[in-house]
């Protein structure tokens, strides 16, 4: 699941580099982004789509809003020769700025409901993975989560892209909010030039009719062949609401789905909400939590 991570870099990158041309005092620091400035020349003026301005509210969305709170239902699928395989994942994560989070991991059994839970929380340096049926729990730092821990993705595809987003952003996101959304969507120049830059980084735009509901979509395919992504974009909120990745690996075919319920997020959080503290009697695992059938 790693190219996951790697499409927030694609859009930061369209999104920190077109939009360069703006002033910027001469005392900032320079954006850390690769940009390149397309000269009137190099792009024709067209008529922006809904969807590429969808996308612009969504990333810009991203960016500013500091704490998310939301529940994610995630199914997975897999289907080979000799092999199937399905299940059904609740997951409720509160998330803060600079990678925090908390997310509650829950299985859900058709005969039983659902099973015990496993918790992530990241304090942005550390992350603890609790497993409530054993009592255990292991400590990682937050990059060996996003980049080594092979559970990472039951924290939610749209976590790992929110998380995505902010650090690719990093110290250019004040810049990147600064610019006027209207003066954003009139600059015919950088949306074009974000549509063209698209379809040679390995993605797509469309609009998609799931579940009665019509979307903006962006799929993304990885480089190496293996997934495609697709995120279904509400274009009324600009809020993504489903997640489908699907794909071979290891001779099955896969399918998997994040539905996203976004909620308000609550008025006031504890102080303490992003720091694990073991249950009584929990033992810590030497090696890193092993979640489920994963």
Same mark, same amino acid.
């Given at each position: 699941?790693? @190219? ?14 077109n939009?360069a $041309?703006?002033?910027?005092?001469v005392?900032e620091p ?6 390149e400035l397309?000269?009137?020349k190099?792009w024709?003026?067209t008529?922006p789509? #809904? ?9 810009r969305?991203?960016?500013?809003i ?5 529940d994610?239902s995630?199914?997975i ?5 000799t ?6 994942i609740?997951i409720?994560t509160i998330?803060?700025q ?9 299985f859900?059994?058709p005969n039983k409901?659902t =099973?015990p839970?496993?918790t992530f929380?990241?304090?942005?340096q ?8 054993q009592?255990i729990?292991?400590?990682m730092?937050?990059r060996?989560?996003q980049?080594e821990?092979?559970?990472n993705f039951?924290?939610?595809f749209?976590?790992s892209?929110?998380f995505g ?7 250019n996101t004040? @810049? ?7 003066q954003l969507?009139q600059?015919?120049a @950088?949306? =074009?030039s ?11 735009m469309?609009t998609? =009719?799931?579940?009665?509901t019509?979307? $903006?979509t ?11 992504? =697709?995120m @279904?974009?509400?274009?009324? #909120?600009?809020? *993504?609401?489903?997640?489908?990745i699907?794909?071979q ?5 896969m ?8 909620k308000?997020p609550?008025a006031?959080?504890p102080?303490?909400?992003?720091t694990?503290v073991?249950p009584?009697g929990?033992?810590?695992s030497?090696?890193? *939590?092993?979640?489920?059938?994963f």
């Open positions: 699941m790693k @190219f996951v991570s790697s499409i927030p870099a694609v859009l930061l990158i369209l999104l920190a580099g939009t $041309t703006a002033s910027r005092p005392s320079q954006s850390s982004l690769p940009i397309a000269s009137e190099q024709v003026q008529q789509t #809904t969807d590429t301005l969808s996308l612009v509210r969504t990333l969305n991203l960016l500013a500091d704490v998310r709170s939301f994610s995630l199914s699928t897999a289907a080979g020769p092999f199937s395989f399905s299940t059904d609740q409720q998330t803060a600079p990678n925090q989070f908390q997310s509650r991991v829950q859900v059994d409901g =099973t839970y496993y929380t990241s304090d942005g550390q992350v603890w993975i609790y497993d409530s049926e009592n729990y292991s400590v730092t937050y060996e989560f980049d821990y092979k559970n039951l924290a939610g749209f976590t892209f929110f987003v902010l650090e690719e952003a990093g110290e004040e @810049f990147l909010l600064s610019i006027p959304e209207e969507l600059d015919d @950088f949306l =074009t974000m549509e063209a830059s698209l379809g040679v980084q390995n993605s797509t469309g998609e =009719t799931f579940n009665g019509q979307y $903006t962006l799929s993304y395919a990885d480089p190496e062949g293996d997934f495609t992504m =697709t @279904f974009i509400d274009p009324a #909120t600009s809020l *993504i609401e489903d997640i489908h699907m794909g690996t290891q001779g099955l075919d399918f998997m789905r994040e539905d996203v319920v976004h308000a609550p006031s959080l102080q303490d909400l992003f694990f073991p009584a929990a033992q810590l030497e090696t890193p *939590i092993s979640i489920g059938p």
